[in-house]
């Protein structure tokens, strides 16, 4: 099936420093990807979606400025965590449609876990 | 507004028992509905899908039905094993917005 790559798959940082988190499709162009953040023991909460070539639609109650997300080609999604504090320590998940495949399928990451100390 | 509701956990069984998993979801027009696998420290795997009401979706032994009447999608499995030990999410597709939303997750334990 479609592979969905994610890395770092676990960063730990200071608090108050940026950390970039990468998503990339290795078999297919993906022009849509998103971004989910998993509590513990909880469902996924989606972030937002990430357009290549435009800027990305945030949920609402998701900061723009704190999670910044860039998807500069078609098989590469960024979600940069700024000015990180202990509270955006979480699992991030990213998945991404293969418009070559079944539109409704989903494609999913293994997933960053972040810490913020 | 959109919702999942599924059965809450933990689940342990023994292997080779019979697994249901419920799940029933509030949605506006017909989603296209999922379950996804979630092993530890790994991201979510389709597990299976439906597309339509009366579909059976089926993977690995495990099976649901699209249930317009009941808005429900439940997951069995006739015989559990060890290796099915993981975390179910059920989830669905509204397809005008291209957005999902899931269930809050399943855990499974299987017991040899």
């Known amino acids: 099936g479609a592979v969905v790559s994610q890395h770092p798959s676990r960063v730990i940082c200071k608090s108050g420093t940026s950390v970039k988190i990468e998503c990339r499709s290795l078999?297919?162009?993906?022009?849509?990807m998103f971004w989910y953040r998993q509590f513990p023991k909880k469902s996924l909460m989606l972030m937002a979606t990430s357009n290549e070539g435009s800027k990305a639609t945030y949920e609402q109650g998701v900061e723009k400025d704190k999670f910044l997300i860039n998807h500069a080609s078609l098989t590469l999604s960024t979600l940069t965590v700024t000015s990180a504090h202990p509270e955006d320590s979480s699992f991030y998940i990213c998945?991404?449609?293969?418009?070559?495949?079944?539109?409704?399928?989903?494609?999913f990451g293994p997933g960053t876990r972040l810490l913020v100390l | 507004g959109n919702s999942v509701t599924q059965m809450e956990g933990p689940v342990t069984l023994s292997e080779e028992a019979f697994l249901t998993i419920n799940c029933t979801y509030t949605a506006t027009g017909y989603p296209s509905l999922f379950w996804y696998v979630q092993y530890p420290g790994e991201g979510l795997q389709l597990l299976l899908k439906?597309?339509?009401?009366?579909d059976k979706g089926s993977n690995k032994g495990f099976e649901a039905t699209y249930r317009k009447e009941t808005t429900s999608f439940h997951l069995e499995k006739g015989s559990v094993q060890v290796s099915d030990s993981a975390v179910y999410f059920c989830a669905f597709l509204n397809t005008n917005a291209g957005k999902s939303t899931f269930g809050d997750g399943t855990t499974l334990t299987v017991k040899p």
């Open positions: 439906a597309t339509k009401a009366d």
């Open positions: 998945s991404a449609r293969d418009p070559g495949r079944s539109e409704e399928t989903q494609y």
């Open positions: 078999d297919f162009q993906a022009t849509t």
